[in-house]
C-alpha cells in the first residue's frame, strides 16, 4: 500500500485485503447550518459508489462505478449559503438508477473523485460508455405493445 494510503488510515482502520479502500467519505447533511444531523452516509470506493442510511433500520445500496452514465452538481441559494450541493448520478442499476447525494459539504471535490473512479473502472474493465448504453437496450424486459 503506497506512503499516501497509509497515511489516510490509522492502524485500526486498514482495509482488510480483499477490500476495496475508500476514496472518499461524505455525510448527508441537514438543511439548518449545514450539520451531519442524520443517518446517510455516502462512500466512495475504487469500484463502487456505497450509500448507507438508516439508524434502526440501516439499509446499505450499491451501484458499480462502471454503470454510472452521467452526474449533474447543482446548489440551491439556501445550499450555497452554508457551503453544501447536491449531485444527481445517472446509472445503469437497476435497484437505483437515479442517485441524489443530497446537502453534501464538499460536493466539488466528491463529484471530481467520483468521476475520476467511473473512468478508471471502465478503463480496468476495458468499456467504454457506448458498450454499457448498447448492451443494455437489447435485453428485451420492456414492454412494447408488439407481443414478440
Request: aromatic share 10%; proline share 3%; charged share 35%.
Given at each position: 500500500?503506497?506512503?499516501?494510503?497509509?497515511?489516510?488510515?490509522?492502524?485500526?482502520e486498514?482495509?482488510?485485503i480483499?477490500?476495496?479502500?475508500?476514496l472518499?467519505?461524505?455525510?448527508k447533511r441537514?438543511?439548518?447550518?449545514?450539520l451531519?444531523?442524520?443517518f446517510t452516509?455516502?462512500?466512495?470506493?475504487?469500484?463502487k459508489?456505497?450509500?448507507?442510511?438508516?439508524?434502526?433500520?440501516?439499509?446499505e445500496?450499491?451501484?458499480?462505478?462502471?454503470?454510472v452514465i452521467?452526474?449533474?452538481?447543482?446548489r440551491t441559494l439556501?445550499?450555497?449559503m452554508?457551503?453544501?450541493?447536491?449531485?444527481v448520478?445517472?446509472?445503469?442499476d437497476?435497484t437505483?438508477?437515479?442517485?441524489?447525494?443530497?446537502?453534501?459539504?464538499?460536493?466539488?471535490e466528491?463529484k471530481?473523485?467520483?468521476?475520476?473512479?467511473v473512468?478508471?473502472?471502465r478503463?480496468r474493465?476495458?468499456?467504454?460508455?457506448?458498450?454499457i448504453v448498447?448492451?443494455l437496450?437489447?435485453?428485451?424486459?420492456?414492454?412494447d405493445?408488439?407481443g414478440f
Amino acid at each position: 500500500m503506497s506512503e499516501e494510503m497509509n497515511n489516510r488510515y490509522e492502524d485500526n482502520e486498514m482495509p482488510r485485503i480483499g477490500e476495496n479502500p475508500e476514496l472518499m467519505r461524505e455525510r448527508k447533511r441537514w438543511g439548518f447550518l449545514g450539520l451531519p444531523w442524520t443517518f446517510t452516509k455516502y462512500i466512495l470506493t475504487s469500484k463502487k459508489i456505497i450509500i448507507q442510511k438508516g439508524f434502526f433500520r440501516s439499509v446499505e445500496n450499491e451501484i458499480l462505478m462502471y454503470r454510472v452514465i452521467d452526474m449533474t452538481l447543482s446548489r440551491t441559494l439556501f445550499q450555497k449559503m452554508f457551503g453544501l450541493g447536491t449531485l444527481v448520478v445517472y446509472s445503469h442499476d437497476k435497484t437505483t438508477p437515479e442517485l441524489e447525494v443530497k446537502n453534501i459539504k464538499h460536493i466539488r471535490e466528491f463529484k471530481e473523485v467520483l468521476s475520476e473512479a467511473v473512468e478508471k473502472d471502465r478503463m480496468r474493465m476495458k468499456m467504454r460508455q457506448s458498450e454499457i448504453v448498447d448492451g443494455l437496450h437489447d435485453f428485451g424486459d420492456h414492454d412494447d405493445g408488439i407481443g414478440f
